[in-house]
C-alpha cells in the first residue's frame, strides 16, 4: 500500500507530504484548487513523462517520493531480476531538474523508467473520469479478459513469440525484396563475368603485346638500319670501322713496347676492337631475327583492340583492374546464393515461428473463452449493487484468422441497462454515468483477481448523483476493505465513506498561487462535506446532512 507521498517544487505545490490510511482515503476540494496537480505528481513515480514546465521554481529540481509497504505482496523475484534490494518499507522517487532531466530511483538506485514503470504497475492502478474511453479498444477488452483469466503468463509467452514472428516476416520480406533486386543485378553480372571469362586475360599481358605491336610496326625500318650498322662494322670492306680500327691496332702494336704509355694505348684500341666485333655479331644476328610478320601484328593488335574496349567500358586503366572487378563479380555470384539459401531458411523459420505463434494464440483463445460466464455473471451482480438492478453484460471473443498483438481474436462489451433491450455495443449505449458504473464494476473484478494493493479513482463520479451516488459510494466502501482505496471526488457520499479525507486548497503566498493540502478532523469534514452539498456557504440542513452522512460511516466522533 502507498503510505506516503511527499512533493517538492512541483506546479504550484511547494511543499507537500501526505501520509495514507490502509483504507478508504478521500480528497476533495474546489474545481482548480490543484486535485489534478496530485495525480500529475503521482504520476511522475508512476513513470509517465516529464519536462521542466512542471517545475514551481524553475532555479531547483523537483522531487515526488512515494513510501510503499510491500509485505503482503510477493514482489521478491522482480526485485531479484531487476538486481534491486527488496525492502518491506520501499522508496520510489523521481527526480526532474532544472533542464528537464528526470532520474528515477527505487530504494535509492537509479532505474530506468521501463523498470519504474513495472514496479508502479504492480502498486497502483488509477482509473481516471475519462478512463471509459477505453472501453472502445478492443485491446483494452483483451486485457481486461487476460486479467481476469490470470493470462499473464502465457500472454507474455505469446507476445514473445509474435515479436519474433514477426521479426522474422520483416527479415524474410527485406531479403526477398534483396535478392529480387540482386537478381537483376546478377544477370548483368553474369554476363560481365561471361565476357570478362571469355577474354582469358593474363596479368601484363597489354604491356608485352604492346611492346610485340611496337617491334612488329617498325620491323622493316629496324631490319634496314641493322643491315646498314653491320655494313659500317663488317671486316671485309676497307673502308668499314672494324678494318680502320685493325689499321689503328697494328701502329700502336708497332710502338707498344718503348714504354707503358704507349702500351696501355695499344690495350685500350684492342679492347675496342673486341667490343666492337661482339656489336658487330649481335648487330648481324638482331638483322637476321628481326622477322616482319603481318599476320602476328594484326592478331596482337585485335588483341590490343579488346583489352582497349573493356578498359573504356569498365573505366579502368588495367588488365590487373578487369581481373580484379571479374574476381569481384565472381565473389558477389557466391554471396547472391548464399542469400538464395538465406531466403530459404528464413522461409522456414517464419513458418515453424508462426505455428508456435497460432499454438499459443489458441491457449489466449479457449482461456479467454472458459471465464467469458463467469465474468459476465459477476459484471451483472455487481452492476445491481450499483443501481443497475436490470443491467445486462455479455462479453462475445470473436475469433479472426489474422495474428495481432493480442492474440487471434477481438472481444466486444455488449451492454444493456433495462429490461426487454437487447445488448448492444457497451461504448455507444451506455450514458455517462452507466460507463462510470460500468468501468467500476471492471476495475473491482479485476483488482480483486489481483495482487493489486492501492486503486486510484479520479473523478469517476460524472454523470451520477442521488442514490446511485450512495450505492457507487458502498461498493467503493467494500472495496476499501481489500485494497487500499484513494478517490479524488465531488460527491458528499463518496466523501463521506472515506476513513480519512484530505481538503486541497490554494493561498496566495508573496503573491504566488500555492496548493496546500490539509486533513480534515471529524468537524472539519462536516463542513467540507456540506460544502460538496450546497457550496460555500452550506445551509444548516446542509451541514446535518454531512453529519448524518458521516455519523453512518464514522465509528469515532471528535
Not at 522508496?91 to 535509492?108: L, M, P, Q, V
Not at 463467469?374 to 445491481?384: D, G, H, S, V, Y
Not at 471473443?397 to 455488449?414: C, I, K, M, Y
Request: negative net charge; charged residues 25%.
Amino acid at each position: 500500500m502507498l503510505q506516503t507521498l511527499q512533493i517538492e517544487n512541483y506546479a504550484l505545490i511547494r511543499s507537500l507530504e501526505i501520509s495514507f490510511d490502509q483504507g478508504f482515503t478521500v480528497i476533495t476540494g474546489e474545481t482548480g484548487a490543484g486535485k489534478s496537480i496530485l495525480m500529475g505528481a503521482l504520476s511522475l513515480i508512476l513513470g509517465n513523462r516529464a519536462d521542466t514546465d512542471v517545475l514551481y521554481d524553475k532555479s531547483r529540481k523537483c522531487i515526488v517520493e512515494g513510501t510503499f509497504n510491500l509485505s503482503s505482496i510477493p514482489l521478491h523475484s522482480f526485485f531479484e531480476q531487476n538486481d534491486l534490494d527488496f525492502q518491506e518499507i520501499t522508496t520510489i522517487r523521481r527526480e526532474i531538474n532544472e533542464h528537464g532531466k528526470s532520474r528515477a530511483f527505487i530504494n535509492d538506485t537509479p532505474v530506468n523508467l521501463t523498470t519504474l514503470k513495472s514496479l508502479a504497475s504492480m502498486l497502483i492502478d488509477t482509473h481516471s473520469q475519462h478512463q471509459h474511453l477505453l472501453f472502445q479498444n478492443s485491446d483494452f477488452r483483451l486485457n481486461i479478459l487476460d486479467q481476469y483469466a490470470h493470462n499473464q503468463d502465457i500472454l507474455a509467452q505469446y507476445k514473445e513469440m509474435y515479436a519474433q514472428w514477426r521479426q522474422a516476416e520483416e527479415d524474410y520480406a527485406a531479403l526477398k525484396k534483396q535478392c529480387a533486386e540482386a537478381a537483376l543485378q546478377q544477370d548483368f553480372n553474369n554476363f560481365t563475368i561471361q565476357e570478362l571469362e571469355q577474354a582469358h586475360l593474363e596479368p601484363g599481358e597489354q604491356e608485352t603485346a604492346e611492346d610485340t605491336v611496337k617491334l612488329l610496326s617498325h620491323a622493316e625500318s629496324i631490319k634496314a638500319h641493322l643491315y646498314q650498322a653491320a655494313q659500317y662494322l663488317s671486316e671485309s670492306d676497307s673502308d668499314t670501322i672494324l678494318h680502320l680500327l685493325k689499321a689503328v691496332q697494328n701502329e700502336c702494336d708497332a710502338i707498344k713496347d718503348i714504354n707503358q704509355e704507349y702500351l696501355e694505348l695499344y690495350n685500350r684500341v684492342s679492347a675496342s676492337l673486341v667490343e666492337l666485333k661482339d656489336i658487330a655479331y649481335e648487330i648481324a644476328a638482331k638483322e637476321q631475327a628481326a622477322d616482319i610478320n603481318p599476320q602476328e601484328l594484326e592478331q596482337l593488335n585485335e588483341r590490343l583492340d579488346l583489352i582497349y574496349t573493356l578498359q573504356h567500358k569498365y573505366h579502368v586503366d588495367s588488365v590487373q583492374e578487369l581481373l580484379d572487378i571479374l574476381a569481384k563479380l565472381q565473389e558477389e555470384a557466391g554471396k547472391y546464393t548464399d542469400n538464395q539459401e538465406q531466403l530459404a531458411e528464413l522461409d522456414k523459420k517464419k513458418a515453424e515461428l508462426h505455428a508456435q505463434v497460432r499454438v499459443l494464440a489458441g491457449k489466449l483463445r479457449a482461456s479467454r473463452e472458459r471465464v467469458v460466464p463467469t465474468l459476465q455473471q459477476e459484471m451483472e451482480a455487481r452492476l445491481q449493487k450499483l443501481a443497475l438492478p436490470d443491467s445486462r453484460f455479455l462479453v462475445r471473443v470473436v475469433t479472426d484468422e489474422n495474428l495481432h498483438p493480442w492474440g487471434s481474436e477481438s472481444a466486444e462489451f455488449l451492454f444493456s441497462a433495462n429490461k426487454g433491450v437487447e445488448p448492444a455495443d457497451l461504448s455507444k449505449v451506455a450514458s455517462g454515468g452507466e460507463m462510470s458504473r460500468v468501468m467500476l464494476a471492471v476495475k473491482s473484478i479485476i483488482t480483486d483477481s489481483m495482487v493489486l494493493p492501492t486503486v486510484i479513482f479520479d473523478e469517476i463520479d460524472t454523470g451520477i448523483s442521488g442514490e446511485t451516488a450512495h450505492r457507487v459510494a458502498e461498493v467503493m466502501g467494500d472495496f476499501a476493505q481489500r485494497h487500499q482505496v484513494i478517490a479524488i471526488t465531488h460527491l458528499p457520499q463518496i466523501a463521506a465513506y472515506g476513513n480519512q479525507q484530505y481538503l486541497v486548497f490554494k493561498e496566495n503566498i508573496d503573491n504566488h498561487a500555492v496548493t496546500m493540502l490539509k486533513e480534515l478532523a471529524f468537524a472539519e469534514r462536516v463542513q467540507a462535506i456540506a460544502t460538496l452539498i450546497c457550496g460555500n456557504k452550506p445551509t444548516e440542513a446542509a451541514l446535518n446532512t454531512a453529519r448524518e452522512l458521516l455519523s453512518a460511516h464514522t465509528p469515532t466522533q471528535s
